[in-house]
C-alpha cells in the first residue's frame, strides 16, 4: 500500500528536475513500486484529471468552498493529524466528493472535503490543492506519463499510444500495460459503449494547401457547427457520447430516434456533427451555446432544439475494427449502412476550381467551411493531424482562461478582461499569449465573472489568476512575436468568439502550433517575414 505521503514526497522530487528524461525515469520506477490497484489512481491523481473523462465524474467544489472549509479546519484542528492515508484512501474520499449529488450535495461535498483535508499533513494538503487545481507540472504532460508507463511496462511508445486511443484513459492505460504487459496492452482495442476519443483536425489556409498536403486528391466534407457525436449501437441498445465522453444519450432524443432503424441491426460506431436546425437552416453553435447558463445545461439545451446529424465515419462493424481501414473504404462501409440522408455533404476534389466552388457553397449553406481528408488515412481516435485538415472563413484558436481582471466603468463589478493561454506541451504549462474584453454580452459577463470566481485561486490588486478550466475560442487578426510574453507570441485584436465547453483545457491550441501558424501567415502575406 503507497502513502498519499509518498506520492507527495515522490512529486516534491520530481519537480527539482528540469530533464524530461529523469523525470520519465523517475515516474517509470515510481508506477513500478505501486500495488496493482493503485496504478491507475495514481496516475490520474499524476495527469491532474482525478477522474477518466467516461466517468462523467468532476469534483464540483470550486475555491470558495476549499477556502471555507481550510478555514474551519484551520480553528478546529488541535491534533496533528494522526493517521496516515493511502492514496486509495485519498481517492476513495475523491469520489465521494464528486458523486454527491441533489439537495444536500453542497453539504456533503463540504463535509468528505473536510475529513480529507483533516486527515493529511499541510504539505499533502498543498499537494492535494495543487492536484484539484491542475498545477502539478510533470502532470500537465500527457506525454510524459505515457513514455514513463512505457518504460515501467517494457511495452513501446507505439503501443501505449495505440492502448491510449482506445481507453482514452492515462490511468487505464497504466494499469493494463505494467499489470498485463505487452501481451495484455496489443489485446486493448475498441468496446462498444466504452467511447475513445475522436480523430481531429489540423488547420489549412485554402483548399490549394489541403490538395498539395493530400496529394493532389482530396476528400472535402462539410464542416457542420454543432456537437460532435459518437455512436455505439449493440443488440437494439444506442448510446451517443459527446467530444468529451460524456454519455449525452438521454440528450438527443431527436437523434437516437433519427438513426435508430439504420444502425439498430448492427454493432457499430459511428462518427459525426449533430447541428440545430430552424427551418432548413443551421443554427449556429455560438447562438447555442449563447443560452448556456452552466457547463452542464451544454447537452440539456440541446433537447429543446430541432437537431439534425451528419455521419463522417465509421469506427466498428460486427466485429470488425475499421480504424486501420482507409478513410475511403470507411466511407463506402458507411454510406451503405446508414444510406446518403444521414451523411455529411462531401465531394472528392482534384482541382482547386471544384474545391474552392465547393467551399463556398458551404459557406453560403451557414457552414463553417469544410474539413478535407486524405483518401488512404487511418483513423486516429484522439490525434489531430493533416490527414484531416479544416477550412474555415475565419482564424481561430481555443485559448484557456488563466486569469482576469476586474473591469472599471461601464464593466465595474465584473471580470471582464481575460488573460488567453495556450498549451505548451513541453512543459506542460499554460502560457499568456493575448489580453481581451471583446466578444461577450453583458449577460455572458456577469455569467463569466461568476463561474471564474469559482475558480480563483490567487487575487492581487485587480488580477484574479484562476484555474484554467474555461475554454474560449479566439478570434484574432495576427499573431506578432512578443517580447511581453514568456510564449514569445501575442494575438492582435483578439476576440472571444464563443465558449468551449466541449473542450478541456489540454485539449487547447498548443504553443507549437501557434508558432506554426505565426509561420505560415507570412507564406499568406509574401514578403513581411521578419
Ligand atoms: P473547431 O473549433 O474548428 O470546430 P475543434 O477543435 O472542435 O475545431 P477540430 O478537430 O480542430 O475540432 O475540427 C474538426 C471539428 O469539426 C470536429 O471535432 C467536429 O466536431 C467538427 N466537424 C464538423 N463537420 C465535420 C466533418 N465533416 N468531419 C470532421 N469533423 C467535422
Not at 476528400?219 to 455512436?231: N, T
Not at 493561454?421 to 463569466?448: H, I, Q
Request: positive net charge; contains cysteine.
Amino acid at each position: 500500500m503507497t502513502s498519499f505521503k509518498e506520492l507527495t514526497d515522490f512529486l516534491k522530487n520530481v519537480e527539482k528536475t528540469s530533464s524530461k528524461k529523469t523525470k520519465v525515469i523517475l515516474l517509470a520506477e515510481f508506477l513500478k513500486r505501486l500495488d496493482k490497484n493503485e496504478i491507475a489512481i495514481a496516475v490520474r491523481l499524476l495527469s491532474g484529471k482525478i477522474f477518466p473523462e467516461y466517468s462523467n465524474l468532476s469534483l464540483g467544489v470550486g475555491w470558495a468552498t476549499i477556502q471555507k472549509v481550510l478555514k474551519t479546519i484551520n480553528v478546529c484542528r488541535l491534533f496533528p493529524y494522526q493517521m496516515e492515508m493511502s492514496i486509495k484512501d485519498v481517492y476513495t474520499l475523491l469520489e465521494k466528493i464528486a458523486k454527491a449529488k441533489g439537495e444536500g450535495s453542497r453539504t456533503k461535498k463540504e463535509m468528505y472535503l473536510r475529513s480529507l483535508i483533516l486527515s493529511l499533513s499541510r504539505e499533502e494538503i498543498d499537494f492535494l490543492l495543487r492536484i484539484i487545481f491542475g498545477e502539478v507540472r510533470i502532470g500537465a504532460s500527457e506525454g510524459i506519463l505515457l513514455e514513463a508507463v512505457a518504460e515501467a511496462s517494457n511495452c513501446t511508445i507505439e503501443e501505449i499510444r495505440r492502448a491510449y486511443m482506445f481507453l482514452s484513459d492515462l490511468g487505464d492505460v497504466a494499469e493494463a500495460a505494467i499489470t498485463r504487459g505487452r501481451i495484455g496492452i496489443n489485446q486493448v482495442s475498441l468496446k462498444l459503449f466504452r467511447p475513445v476519443k475522436p480523430m481531429l483536425a489540423d488547420m489549412a489556409y485554402s483548399v490549394s494547401e489541403a490538395l498539395k498536403e493530400h496529394g493532389g486528391i482530396t476528400a472535402l466534407e462539410y464542416k457542420y457547427d454543432g456537437i460532435r457525436v459518437q455512436i455505439h449501437s449493440k443488440s437494439g441498445k444506442i448510446k451517443v457520447f459527446s467530444r468529451r465522453l460524456s454519455n449525452i444519450t438521454d440528450n438527443v432524443p431527436d437523434i437516437v430516434r433519427a438513426i435508430e432503424d439504420k444502425i439498430k441491426g448492427h454493432d457499430i460506431v459511428v462518427d459525426g456533427e449533430a447541428i440545430g436546425t430552424k427551418g432548413d437552416k443551421p443554427v449556429p453553435f455560438q447562438d447555442i451555446v449563447r443560452r448556456v447558463q452552466r457547463k452542464n445545461d451544454l447537452f440539456s439545451i440541446l433537447r429543446e432544439l430541432p437537431l439534425r446529424l451528419y455521419l463522417f465515419d465509421i469506427l466498428f462493424l460486427d466485429g470488425k475494427l475499421l480504424v486501420d481501414e482507409p478513410y475511403r473504404k470507411r466511407w463506402e462501409i458507411l454510406e451503405r449502412i446508414v444510406g446518403e440522408d444521414f451523411l455529411a455533404k462531401r465531394l472528392v476534389v482534384s482541382s482547386r476550381n471544384e474545391g474552392e466552388k465547393f467551399f463556398q457553397e458551404a459557406i453560403n449553406e451557414g457552414h463553417e467551411g469544410v474539413v478535407a481528408k486524405k483518401l488512404d488515412s487511418v483513423y486516429e481516435p484522439g490525434c489531430r493531424g493533416k490527414k484531416w485538415l479544416k477550412i474555415k472563413e475565419f482564424d481561430t484558436i481555443d485559448c484557456v482562461i488563466v486569469a482576469a481582471e476586474w473591469g472599471h466603468g461601464r464593466r465595474t463589478g465584473w471580470l471582464s478582461d481575460y488573460y488567453l493561454a495556450v498549451l505548451n506541451e513541453e512543459t506542460g504549462e499554460f502560457e499568456v499569449v493575448g489580453k481581451t474584453f471583446k466578444g461577450l454580452t453583458d449577460r455572458e459577463f456577469e455569467e463569466m465573472t461568476k463561474r471564474l470566481l469559482e475558480l480563483r485561486i490567487s487575487e492581487r490588486e485587480y488580477v484574479v489568476k484562476v484555474k484554467p478550466q474555461i475554454v474560449v475560442e479566439v478570434a484574432y487578426s495576427e499573431i506578432q512575436k512578443s517580447p511581453k510574453y514568456r510564449s514569445g507570441l501575442a494575438l492582435r485584436f483578439a476576440r472571444i468568439t464563443r465558449i468551449r465547453w466541449d473542450k478541456n483545457p489540454y485539449e487547447i491550441t498548443t504553443l507549437n502550433e501557434l508558432w506554426d501558424r505565426y509561420r505560415k501567415q507570412f507564406e499568406r502575406k509574401a514578403g513581411i517575414n521578419t
